[in-house]
């Protein structure tokens, strides 16, 4: 299994960008997805998920300004993301879990300016 993702960039606060991830050696349509994050000395933390049953769920500090989806025919899963602050400036990194099994795809940097 590999995840390839992309999107991340430099963005004016209140700005909006999507992310892309994509992936080899399985689906997304059958595992439970999701975006984390880990800004500069900060621990890596859960933006939004999906679960295996299909249910969303997003950390209070993106509720109502990130949107997690995924395309099964294009194999992609996104994060469409609004009003960004400067906060949310990290790493963005989206992971699967497949049979009990962590993936992960490189980080791609999302950079947020007052």
């Known amino acids: 299994v590999q995840l390839q993702a992309s999107g991340g960039g430099l963005v004016q606060a209140g700005g909006f960008l999507r992310l892309s991830c994509t992936a080899s050696?399985?689906?997304?349509?059958?595992?439970?997805v999701g975006w984390y994050r880990q800004a500069p000395g900060k621990q890596r933390e859960v933006v939004a998920r999906?679960?295996?049953?299909?249910?969303?769920n997003y950390a209070d500090a993106v509720k109502g300004r990130f949107t997690i989806s995924r395309d099964i025919r294009k194999n992609t899963l996104y994060l469409q993301m609004s009003s960004l602050e400067p906060e949310d400036r990290a790493f963005y990194y989206c992971?699967?879990?497949?049979?009990?099994?962590?993936?992960w795809g490189q980080g791609t940097l999302v950079t947020v300016s007052s």
């Open positions: 999906i679960s295996s049953d299909g249910t969303a």
């Open positions: 050696g399985t689906t997304f349509g059958l595992n439970a």
């Open positions: 992971n699967l879990v497949k049979y009990t099994k962590e993936h």
